[in-house]
């Protein structure tokens, strides 16, 4: 990048203050793929200041120039748009890597050390942003290390931060566990649980399609809306992550935390202001109020699935039983659908129904608000034997944009109706922004704003709904798995349990 002053006026928005930021398990994917080509973006909008730094620490016995050449040989493969060799070079200058044990409390010191050196060279002013991209069982024991060795120590006057990946537990009770230990050693304020959904686009759109529009929010309750659906389907299986997969199965890798940020934010009362605890006071209140399922309800309004062997665009899948590290007679869920209500005046008779799975017949994410249908009395002596209800679409993936469908007459010269939609596309209105999920997220979080990331009551809250769900599944092992092909929509219980309702899902 060319050399930029702090000060400069970027591209957009507030250039982060000084800082290093420490990745732990910085020799995995998730660096090379996501988090330097996020930091690179960012670089690209000067949205970075000239005094930061990033330090990866790893178990793998790699110096600083072997950690740059491993990360400069595949980034521009994780870029997207033309890559600019200046830009990374002003990136990888500033790139240090340390090896060590996460629990070996000396690796904490020579970090300490690390830093004090790093400072000095770059002015950092002595801010840390810590992010842990490590398996869930560090997540404690660094937090307490960093404590111990001053890290975490905002006395000063810098400020000291932690992102914790998801999963954050695995059940209600490891997750109030982890929030115990955490809090134990760092300020609320200090924690940052990140959910990479909340870095789309389309998702942190919601809030200003709905509160800063002002045709929608005054329908956007039970009086206008039939119900809510919430698709997240992929097309993959689990390639290589069967061991972890077949341990916390679809309902705990998806459910407590991408589809309940989503299901907030569809569903939250106007906050009294954008102020990150506002916000999420608001969602907060909408996950305390998804009506809990007693254990007749998880056997009636939940399914669970799992893929078998089919084919998918052109390629072939094998039974999720076959895949590398998944146990043979494996009942881990690779699909879940739930009926779910919240109790609310807002919502209140208004069902949200989730569907997530993997090797589905489509990659998509997104969320259909369905309107209820218009009385008929206008029409009763017309041709029109029904009217369709309004649907607005909210695509978050692949494609990010929103759709609205109406009706229309059709041209001619009897009266007949049919369904058109309006469609705003984002790359097509805005341009294409290069972007992993990440930007927004890292971004904020170097600026200290904590909107777009969980708090502790709203991941207990979480797990709090699918409690009886795991509680049930597991007294119950599921019968007849395999029981959908790889590339159709799933098992053929989920249709069911919206046809009893008189509905069906929304046809991608």
Known sequence: MPKQEHGTAPASGTVVPPCVLVIFGAAGDLTKRKLIPALYNLAREKLLPNEFAVLGVARAELDHETFRRQ?????????????????????????????GEFNDAGVFERISAELAKIETRHHTKGNLLFYLATAPDFFAPIAKSLRDAGLSDESKGH?????????FGRDLVSAKALNISLQSVLAEKQIYRIDHYLGKETVQNILVFRFANGIFEPIWNRRYVDHVQITVAETLGVEKRGGYYDRAGCLRDMVPNHIFQLISLVGM?????????????????????????????????TVRGQYGAGGINGRTLTNYRNEPDVNPQSHTETYV???????????????FYLRVGKALAERTTEITIKFRRPPLVLFRNTNISELAPNQLVISVQPKEGISLSFGAKIP??????????????????????????YERLMYDAMLGDQTLFQRADMVEAGWAVVAPVLDVWQALP?????????????????????????????AS
């Open 71 to 99: 990360l400069a040989l595949e980034i521009s493969g994780f870029v997207s748009g033309t890559f600019d060799p200046k830009l990374w070079a002003w990136l990888e200058e500033r790139i240090y890597y340390m090896p």
């Open 159 to 167: 400020w000291r931060r932690v992102i914790v990946e998801k999963p």
């Open 269 to 301: 009362e106007p906050p009294i202001s954008f102020e990150a605890d506002a916000v999420r006071d608001e969602q907060s209140k909408v996950l305390r109020a998804i009506h809990p399922l007693a254990p007749e309800d998880v056997l009636t309004d």
């Open 337 to 351: 659908a739930m009926k779910l209500a919240i109790d609310s005046w807002r919502w209140n008779g208004v069902p």
């Open 412 to 437: 001619g010269a009897t009266l007949k109706v049919g369904g058109v939609d309006m469609d705003f596309d984002y790359a097509k209105h805005f341009g294409s922004t290069p972007a992993t999920g």
């Open 478 to 506: 599921a019968r007849g798995f395999p029981n959908y092909p790889a590339g159709t929509w799933g098992p053929r219980d989920a249709d069911l349990l919206l046809e009893r309702d008189g509905r069906a899902w929304r």
